[in-house]
């Protein structure tokens, strides 16, 4: 008990916190702001339906950004952490996917 | 040698225990319970995204149902607004990473500097929308008994005046009951997390978080996080995706 005690104890020191330099703390605050900006131009533009997609892409960029470095899931070593955030991500698909799948084949009613 | 090699390592393990008052004693390691909160954070992060997916969801099938209506009614919010408001959110989550930054290098009175930060621009973002929601007021734009609504469709601008089509106000009336379920239910996680910062503030100030123990800081930032990130969605679908028609 007490060896895996001190092991565990010295992975802890070895895993020391990941800490953010600043340089891409910055990096990505600026892409997150040049994502905004890009975004807002497109949504002036007409490209039919084309607009959606864009609009979400850029959207989910910034999302993954976000999560990824400024919520420090690239950096963790709690592998579950991944397992949740795709999980919530598939039933979000499922909700979304499943209810429109649902209301836009009820033309024959 | 092994034996007395493994209680050294053990009386060293006690001796940390005491040196981190914030290690309970149902965790082997303090790394141990940092990782079960940040687990427990995301797995309600996770019930969140189902929270706010249902919103999501209904605004998906009711721009799918009145599209023209829900094109015209979305040209009739400010765009200048929202974006200034995304700016604002995404500065936001700068502080937050440099509040966590700042802990993480034992900096107590940068910790404070950038929570207080974060919950300026947090009271900035609820303050636009509450201009906002106030020019909804003005123009009727409320649903309820006093809502109006005289807009024309997208694209009717082209043709004479006695042709043009207008919006279904019923249709536009449920635009604005999700425009504001949505909006409203994130101001209220954002006036929750403004409260949640103000506290971590004060706990900042006493000296309450070091570089062994702010997990409170990090999680109260993956919320914070999360918020933006629903905002981020927010802008694209009610502001961004209807404004070209």
Not at chain 1, 26 to 36: C, D, E, F, P, S
Not at chain 2, 73 to 81: C, K, M, Y
Not at chain 2, 104 to 122: C, Y
Request: hydrophobic fraction near 50%; charged fraction near 15%; proline fraction near 3%.
């Amino acid at each position: 008990m007490s060896d895996h005690n001190s092991a565990s104890e010295q992975t802890s020191e070895h895993a020391s916190e990941h800490i953010s330099s600043l340089g891409s703390c910055l990096a990505i605050w600026v892409a997150l702001l040049a994502g905004t900006t890009l975004t807002v131009a497109a949504a002036f533009i007409d490209l039919g339906p084309f607009n959606t997609i864009v609009a979400l892409t850029i959207a989910t960029i910034k999302a993954t950004l976000v999560v990824l470095f400024y919520m420090h899931v690239k950096y963790t070593h709690e592998k579950l952490t991944g397992l949740v955030i795709v999980s919530a991500i598939f039933f979000l698909f499922i909700l979304l996917a499943l209810s429109m799948a649902d209301y836009t084949t009820r033309l024959w009613r | 040698m092994q034996t007395s090699q493994a209680a050294v390592d053990q009386h060293a393990d006690q001796e940390h225990a005491h040196e981190n008052p914030a290690l309970l004693h149902h965790f082997a390691t303090a790394e141990q319970q940092k990782n079960a909160a940040g687990l427990g954070m995301w797995l309600f992060l996770a019930q969140e995204v189902m929270f706010f997916g249902g919103l999501f969801c209904a605004y998906l099938v009711y721009r799918y149902k009145y599209f023209a209506d829900f094109g015209s009614a979305s040209q009739q919010l400010d765009i200048r607004l929202g974006t200034t408001n995304t700016v604002v959110l995404i500065c936001s989550s700068l502080t937050v990473v440099l509040a966590i930054r700042a802990v993480q290098l034992g900096k107590r009175m940068a910790l404070v500097f950038w929570l207080l930060a974060t919950i300026l621009l947090g009271l900035a973002f609820l303050g636009i929308k509450a201009d906002e929601y106030a020019e909804k007021f003005e123009k009727h734009h409320v649903p309820g008994p006093s809502f109006n609504y005289h807009e024309l469709l997208p694209g009717q601008e082209k043709f004479p005046a006695a042709e043009r089509q207008y919006a279904n106000p019923h249709h536009a009336e449920m635009f604005f009951s999700l425009y504001f379920a949505m909006t409203g239910m994130h101001a209220l996680h954002m006036i929750i997390g403004v409260g949640l910062f103000g506290f971590l503030a004060y706990k900042a100030w006493r000296g309450k978080y070091t570089p062994k123990y702010y997990t409170p800081i990090e999680n109260a930032g993956l919320y914070w996080h999360f918020v933006d990130i629903v905002w981020i969605y927010l802008f694209g679908l009610l502001y961004l995706i209807d404004r070209h028609r």
